[in-house]
């Protein structure tokens, strides 16, 4: 079983969608979570960033942390055709050394439609 | 130009040959990190260093090798490429100051076929 498991899409939304990405995770050590978008051909950027539980919203994106579930959730409000990417969920136990090395989950492809 | 850059961008090889994927950041990370992206599997690290001259194993080290003899520069060799290793390779680096946001800053990539 991976630590971090992704559903890998593709999906497909019309414009103005509210559009909901998650992923889960095994190991209850994770304390840092990322959501990274990755266009075709080039290398992941970082979106969000959230540390321990509770949401974070910059923007149309909104960042969930439930680590009771072990559930993480990127949230995209009125999705537009630029928001097509793959969007990779990763986390990390600690924020030094070893620690902050980042696992990622498999990535999930948004398709936005006109 | 300031950044991470990778060369070469696009690589075809043979089974048994030996291939090397630069790596060369301009901003002093001190982090560095190599990563495969293969369908189904994700980005999996490789190798990473901490610093100039310390390199540890990730979760996929075999049939690699790393050094860092300078702090910009991050080398991956394949020392007797296999068809399995024919994936995208991305470098990445981070800094190592306070406010861990967990962003790695990520070259272009690296797209290998081994024949």
């Known amino acids: 079983q991976k630590e971090v498991e992704q559903d890998p899409g593709p999906l497909s939304v019309p414009e103005g969608a509210i559009v909901s990405l998650n992923c889960t995770y095994s190991?209850?050590?994770?304390?840092?979570f990322m959501w990274y978008r990755q266009y075709s051909r080039k290398g992941p950027e970082l979106l969000m960033y959230?540390?321990?539980?509770g949401n974070k919203e910059d923007g149309r994106f909104t960042a969930q942390v439930d680590k009771s579930s072990k559930y993480i959730s990127l949230f995209i409000r009125d999705s537009q055709p630029s928001d097509s990417a793959t969007y990779l969920c990763?986390?990390?136990?600690?924020?030094?050394?070893?620690?902050?090395?980042?696992?990622f989950g498999t990535g999930t492809r948004l398709q936005v439609t006109l | 130009d300031a950044g991470i850059t990778q060369s070469p961008r696009y690589k075809i090889t043979e089974t048994g040959r030996q291939v090397t994927l630069m790596c060369h950041q301009t901003?002093?990370?001190?982090?560095m990190f190599w990563y495969r992206q293969d369908l189904g599997h994700g980005l999996r690290l490789i190798y990473y260093?901490?610093?100039?001259?310390?390199?540890d194993k990730g979760e996929v080290p075999d049939g690699y090798v790393v050094s860092r003899s300078k702090t910009e520069n991050f080398p991956l060799t394949l020392e007797s490429a296999t068809r399995s290793q024919t994936s995208v390779y991305f470098c990445?680096?981070?800094?190592?100051?306070?406010?861990?946001?967990?962003?790695?800053?990520f070259g272009e990539g690296s797209r290998l076929t081994v024949l």
């Open positions: 959230t540390y321990s539980s």
């Open positions: 260093s901490a610093a100039a001259d310390i390199t």
């Open positions: 990763a986390m990390s136990i600690g924020p030094t050394g070893t620690a902050s090395k980042l696992t």
């Open positions: 190991n209850s050590a994770f304390q840092y």
């Open positions: 990445a680096s981070r800094d190592s100051g306070t406010g861990f946001t967990g962003e790695l800053f």
């Open positions: 901003w002093s990370h001190s982090y």
